[in-house]
């Protein structure tokens, strides 16, 4: 049971599925105050480029743990995991609902099960993210894949945050980075009341689409020289967020910006994949479809489930 005695609720789905703004009017309509889900809406000062909710959105709901580190700060999922535990709890104090919401599966199941994750060592971490600068991403994550496939399986290449604390977590207990796993395979239906949003595959895709255009009409280039300016370029976990890796490519001459676009394009759509692919295996979420307007429209019927 979730703390304070009532299951959380849970919106989360694929991105660019309408999440953000329908979590609002949810919560608006359930007493409940959101909790993000969304490990890049940490970061303050990369709010283009995440589809960050707006400061006019922030007013009609309390939000927690958005903008919670700078870009330049690792940020792990058990530091996540612990100002999560602690919002929570302020917000039960004031009788409130929590409203999970993102597309994060750790982030959501790190709130949602208590996951323990194996402790971090500062000087092997910083030795192996050295190295990873020096032979490449593709070296690294080899390297994982012969020693530990089945996490490979399950991080993507060029993830080199992800492939180095998989890499540090094997040195540091003497097993495999996937042999955390199996409290994941544990699902407590008590814990949580939660909804997942699905869009028809080509609805998705155009709504991806789209979503990047709208970054470059919102200003994101210029919030992606922004922190060039800051030193982003070497800032290991946010320096390789989606969109901001090939913007930041596209600003420094490396490569043009409709490459970039289609690189963005197809990231965001191998992400979607995957967290679909992860978020199906929890059998407590209730599906709902949506069309071409996203997790909007069904605003209503969730509500009805969520507090039916």
Same mark, same amino acid.
């Given at each position: 049971?979730?703390?304070? $005695?009532?299951?959380?609720?849970?919106?989360?789905?694929?991105?660019?599925?309408?999440?953000?703004?329908?979590?609002?009017?949810?919560?608006?309509?359930l /007493?409940?105050?959101?909790?993000?889900?969304?490990s890049?809406? =940490?970061?303050?000062? +990369?709010? #283009? @480029?995440?589809?960050?909710?707006?400061?006019?959105?922030?007013?009609?709901?309390?939000?927690?743990l958005?903008?919670?580190?700078?870009? &330049?700060?690792?940020?792990s999922?058990a530091?996540?995991?612990?100002?999560?535990?602690?919002a929570v709890?302020?917000?039960? &104090?004031?009788?409130?609902?929590?409203?999970? %919401?993102g $597309?994060t599966? *750790?982030?959501?199941?790190?709130?949602?099960?208590?996951?323990?994750f194996?402790?971090?060592?500062?000087? *092997?971490? /910083?030795?192996?993210?050295?190295?990873?600068?020096?032979?490449?991403a593709?070296? +690294?994550?080899?390297?994982l894949? !012969?020693?530990?496939p089945?996490?490979a399986?399950?991080?993507?290449?060029?993830?080199?945050?992800?492939?180095?604390r998989?890499?540090?977590?094997a040195?540091?207990?003497?097993?495999?980075f996937?042999?955390?796993?199996?409290?994941?395979?544990?699902?407590?239906p008590?814990?949580?009341? %939660?909804?997942?949003?699905? =869009?028809?595959?080509?609805?998705?895709?155009?709504?991806?689409?789209?979503?990047?255009? @709208?970054? *470059?009409?919102?200003? #994101?280039?210029?919030?992606?020289? !922004?922190l060039?300016d800051?030193?982003?370029? $070497?800032?290991?976990?946010?320096?390789? %967020?989606?969109?901001?890796a090939?913007?930041?490519?596209? =600003?420094?001459? @490396?490569?043009?910006?409709?490459?970039?676009?289609a690189?963005? =394009?197809?990231?965001?759509?191998?992400?979607?994949?995957?967290?679909l !692919?992860? *978020?199906?295996?929890?059998?407590?979420?209730r599906?709902?479809?949506?069309?071409a307007?996203?997790?909007? !429209?069904?605003?209503?019927?969730?509500a009805?489930?969520?507090?039916?």
């Amino acid at each position: 049971m979730a703390a304070g $005695g009532e299951p959380f609720f849970a919106l989360v789905g694929p991105t660019s599925s309408g999440k953000t703004e329908a979590a609002i009017s949810l919560a608006e309509r359930l /007493g409940a105050e959101i909790v993000s889900v969304d490990s890049m809406l =940490v970061y303050r000062g +990369m709010d #283009v @480029g995440t589809a960050k909710p707006t400061v006019a959105e922030r007013a009609r709901v309390p939000h927690h743990l958005i903008d919670v580190a700078e870009p &330049s700060e690792p940020f792990s999922v058990a530091r996540y995991q612990a100002l999560a535990r602690d919002a929570v709890a302020r917000i039960r &104090s004031r009788r409130r609902r929590v409203l999970l %919401a993102g $597309g994060t599966v *750790l982030y959501y199941r790190a709130v949602v099960d208590d996951l323990s994750f194996p402790a971090t060592d500062p000087i *092997l971490r /910083g030795e192996l993210e050295r190295e990873a600068e020096r032979v490449g991403a593709r070296t +690294m994550y080899e390297r994982l894949a !012969a020693s530990d496939p089945v996490a490979a399986s399950k991080i993507e290449e060029g993830n080199v945050r992800r492939t180095v604390r998989a890499l540090e977590v094997a040195e540091l207990t003497g097993r495999p980075f996937s042999s955390f796993a199996s409290e994941w395979e544990s699902y407590a239906p008590e814990r949580v009341r %939660a909804v997942g949003v699905q =869009v028809p595959r080509d609805l998705l895709w155009k709504r991806i689409e789209a979503r990047v255009t @709208g970054q *470059l009409e919102n200003g #994101v280039l210029d919030e992606v020289r !922004a922190l060039i300016d800051r030193g982003f370029g $070497g800032w290991l976990t946010s320096s390789q %967020a989606i969109g901001y890796a090939e913007f930041a490519q596209h =600003v420094t001459g @490396g490569i043009t910006l409709d490459d970039a676009v289609a690189a963005i =394009v197809k990231r965001t759509k191998g992400l979607a994949r995957r967290q679909l !692919a992860f *978020l199906r295996r929890d059998p407590r979420i209730r599906w709902f479809e949506a069309g071409a307007d996203g997790a909007a !429209a069904l605003v209503d019927d969730i509500a009805e489930y969520l507090d039916g």
